[in-house]
């Protein structure tokens, strides 16, 4: 099996789990005299199964991002952390620059020239075209990353 098909069978089975818990919590109490739609016990130990299947997935996925290269002296595991940290990187630069033009709240236009005007304390224009470079790279890294997903076989 391919990492990437390893990881759609994470996400479904995380679904999956989502699902068993919603219905088995729904099926948790009924009025006296009534049944259940469904037997709540059955549905958690079909639960616990699924926990089991997720646990395993995330350990072999984790093995095989740590032991699978993707460039020079760099693993999945390291280029999974940068991405992360591009993504995040990205969000605070365009908040700072949302904030620095005001597009970040509903704005506060002057109505009358005695209130106060408000001014921008950092360089919008480097601020957006830094977030742009970064949403790049981070589109790059990830394309990279989804390619090696679907080279590399899961580790057992």
């Known amino acids: ?23 088995a919590i729904g099926s948790a109490r009924h009025q006296e005299g009534d049944t259940p739609a469904e ?15 997720y646990e395993d997935l995330i350990r072999r996925i984790n ?5 699978t ?18 993504r995040l990187r990205h969000h605070v630069l365009k908040s700072a620059a ?8 509903a704005g506060y236009p002057r109505q009358l ?17 830094d977030a742009d470079r970064v949403a790049q790279e981070h589109r790059e890294l990830d394309v990279r990353i989804q390619q090696r997903n679907w080279e590399v076989d899961l580790i057992d």
């Open 63 to 67: 093995r095989t991002n740590a032991a």
């Open 39 to 53: 037997d709540p016990a059955a549905l958690l130990a079909e639960v616990d199964g699924a926990i089991d299947e």
């Open 113 to 129: 020239r005695s209130e106060l005007k408000m001014l921008s304390a950092l360089p919008v224009a480097q601020l957006r075209a």
């Open 1 to 23: 099996m391919k990492l990437a098909e390893a990881l759609s069978r994470r996400a479904a089975a995380a679904r999956r789990i989502e699902a068993l818990r919603t219905r």
């Open 98 to 105: 949302d904030a620095a033009t005001g597009t970040d709240r």
């Open 69 to 86: 290269t993707i460039g020079p002296a760099e693993t999945l595991t390291d280029a999974l952390a940068r991405r992360d940290a591009l």
